[in-house]
């Protein structure tokens, strides 16, 4: 059974600063990991998703890598904004099964401006 | 493209009362499906349709719980009767095929149980 594991589970950090967000899986066979933002009261909005065969997508000042050997994800946040102040979220679809997204507990960030 | 509506977007009931929510997918996404969001906690797929057959419903309450998708479009989750640990955000997603491709999130329906 696939378990996903994020820590810490709240992190604050000074605007302008660069950061990483963790996401550890425990079954490395994955089809693909995801990363969502939650924003208060809202649902998740997609940000990156990485096929199993790839490393790393990049989408504008976010880079998500993937190293399924260790079971880790990373989620890179460059020159924090206020902007970014949410709760994120990464997922895991195993490649066997019914392929469900088994999500973590999710960080939530604040960015101090 | 409009998003994943969902409706109501707020709802307080009593415990074994019964309630209704209802999601419109995307236009054309084939896959469906409604996770509980707990406090605190990651979303946890509750059932997931393929046009408006079940794919899985392995975590779904059944003696609770039941949902629908009629004509492979709209849904709807039913909880009679409601249990105090029923309080939860419940997310409707759908995206083009199976779970491969991204999923797309309505904004959720907040339910509290007194």
């Known amino acids: 059974k696939q378990e996903v594991t994020q820590i810490p589970a709240a992190l604050s950090v000074p605007e302008g600063e660069n950061l990483v967000l963790n996401c550890s899986f425990t079954?490395?066979?994955?089809?693909?990991l995801q990363w969502f933002r939650q924003d208060p009261g809202k649902g998740l909005t997609s940000l990156l998703l990485i096929q199993s065969s790839q490393r790393e997508q990049t989408s504008g000042r976010l880079n998500a890598s993937l190293d399924k050997s260790s079971g880790r994800s990373t989620l890179y946040i460059a020159a924090s904004q206020p902007g970014d102040s949410a709760t994120y979220l990464c997922?895991?679809?195993?490649?066997?099964?019914?392929?469900?997204?088994?999500f973590g507990t999710g960080t939530r960030l604040t960015i101090i401006p | 493209e409009a998003g994943v509506a969902q409706s109501p977007r707020y709802k307080i009931i009593e415990k074994r009362q019964s309630v209704a929510f209802w999601c419109n997918p995307i236009s054309g996404h084939a896959t469906l499906y409604w996770y509980q969001q707990i406090l605190g906690q990651g979303p946890k797929l509750l059932i997931q349709f393929q046009n408006n057959g079940v794919v899985d419903d392995s975590q779904l309450p059944k003696d609770r719980f039941s949902a629908e998708r009629l004509k492979g479009v709209d849904s709807t989750l039913k909880i009679q009767p409601a249990k105090l640990e029923d309080s939860a955000v419940y997310l409707c997603?759908?995206?083009?095929?199976?779970?491969?491709?991204?999923?797309?999130f309505g904004p959720g329906t907040r339910l509290l149980v007194l």
């Open positions: 997603a759908s995206s083009t095929d199976r779970v491969q491709e991204t999923q797309y």
């Open positions: 079954d490395s066979a994955i089809y693909n």
């Open positions: 997922a895991a679809i195993s490649n066997f099964g019914n392929e469900k997204l088994t």
